[in-house]
Nanobody, 121 residues
Framework: EVQLQASGGGLVQAGGSLRLSCVASGFTWDDYAIGWFRQAPGKEREGLSCISNRDGNTMYADSVKGRFTISSDNAKNTVYLQMNSLKPEDAAVYYC??????????????WGKGTLVTVSS
């Protein structure tokens, strides 16, 4: 059974930092890419960042480029999203997801439950 568990959300002041973690199990790690997404109330789900477990390539949405960093610990089957310089508009439920292959899209194979990030101004 594939499982993705996101954690690390919480309340942070604007300008602060959080690190989200996504622990995955139930699939061959190297065959998948892991992505981070978020959805704020009344808004569409937004893809933020993606990392290929096969080759380590990463990508970022323009909205988070330079502020967020995705990384992985292959030994722990865990992907992290380091979020710095957080803004009130970053507040959302954050999800991690896995897709077979080397890239991410909005239609991922597996999704985890989200973790809530709240940013106070």
């Amino acid at each position: 059974e594939v499982q993705l568990q996101a954690s690390g959300g919480g309340l942070v002041q604007a300008g602060g930092s959080l690190r989200l973690s996504c622990v995955a199990s139930g699939f061959t790690w190297d065959d998948y890419a892991i992505g981070w997404f978020r959805q704020a109330p009344g808004k569409e789900r937004e893809g933020l960042s993606c990392i290929s477990n096969r080759d380590g390539n990463t990508m970022y949405a323009d909205s988070v480029k330079g502020r967020f960093t995705i990384s992985s610990d292959n030994a722990k089957n865990t992907v992290y999203l380091q979020m710095n310089s957080l803004k009130p508009e970053d507040a959302a439920v954050y999800y991690c997801a896995a897709d077979r292959g080397v890239s991410c899209g909005l239609y991922m194979d597996y999704w985890g439950k989200g973790t809530l990030v709240t940013v106070s101004s």
